[in-house]
């Protein structure tokens, strides 16, 4: 079986471009999370979606924003991109909301802004 | 607000027992799981410990007491490929809420 997929692998984007990053979950599961990693720290909560309906957002700006599609796959958006927006950007899927475990992570979309 | 503290780096030697520290605290708490993550690439589940059970994988267990808000990994039989970054990670609620990750190498 197929794990977590994201697309790009990696992109480089210049200062206030828009980008749009796309995860495809596990099949089976329903709920999609997204995760920025900056380098030498721990993924960051961005959102959670379950069912197509924003589940948790995390302390980010308006400039981000995702959602999710009829086949659970999602798509995070970024607006307006700031250097400080370079980041790994993982996605997670798990079988249903609201579970506190069960995550498979993708490998993530490395993001270069210059 | 929530925070976690783990150790920067862990050294050992190959066959060993090596055991990774965490210390949280959080508003609301389900659970504590860790996640191992090679040079950047996809984070993998190691071990989860929470109000709804246990999940340990492999040589990986995993040790929780909630009145100290403490838990710790243990990883036996060290092997080389066992040098990657750990990651605690506390739910509160729907989100993972990680640490910034233990640095473990492990030599020959």
């Known amino acids: 079986d197929a794990g977590v997929t994201q697309s790009p692998t990696h992109l480089i984007k210049t200062r206030g471009q828009q980008v749009t990053l796309r995860c495809s979950p596990i099949?089976?599961?329903?709920?999609v999370s997204w995760y920025q990693q900056v380098l030498g720290q721990g993924p960051q909560f961005i959102f959670q979606y379950y069912e197509k309906e924003e589940r948790g957002r995390g302390n980010f700006p308006d400039r981000f924003s995702a959602r999710q599609f009829p086949n659970y796959s999602s798509e995070l958006n970024v607006n307006a991109l700031l250097l400080g927006d370079s980041a790994l950007y993982l996605c997670?899927?798990?079988?249903?909301?609201?579970?506190?475990?069960?995550?498979?992570f993708g490998s993530g979309t490395r993001l270069t802004v210059v | 607000g929530q925070s976690l503290e783990q150790p920067s780096e862990v050294t050992a030697v190959e066959g060993a027992i090596v055991q990774i520290n965490c210390t949280y605290q959080t508003s609301g708490f389900y659970g504590l799981s860790w996640y191992q993550q090679h040079d950047g690439g996809a984070p993998t589940f190691l071990s989860y410990?929470?109000?709804?059970g246990l999940e340990e994988t492999g040589r990986f267990s995993s040790f929780l007491s909630r009145s100290d808000s403490y838990g710790y990994l243990l990883l036996q039989e060290l092997q080389m490929k066992d040098s990657a970054s750990y990651f605690c990670?506390?739910?509160?609620?729907?989100?993972?809420?990680f640490g910034k990750g233990t640095t473990l190498s492990v030599s020959s």
């Open positions: 410990n929470g109000l709804d």
């Open positions: 990670a506390v739910s509160p609620g729907t989100a993972l809420i």
């Open positions: 099949s089976g599961h329903k709920s």
């Open positions: 997670a899927s798990s079988h249903w909301d609201g579970a506190p475990h069960g995550y498979t």
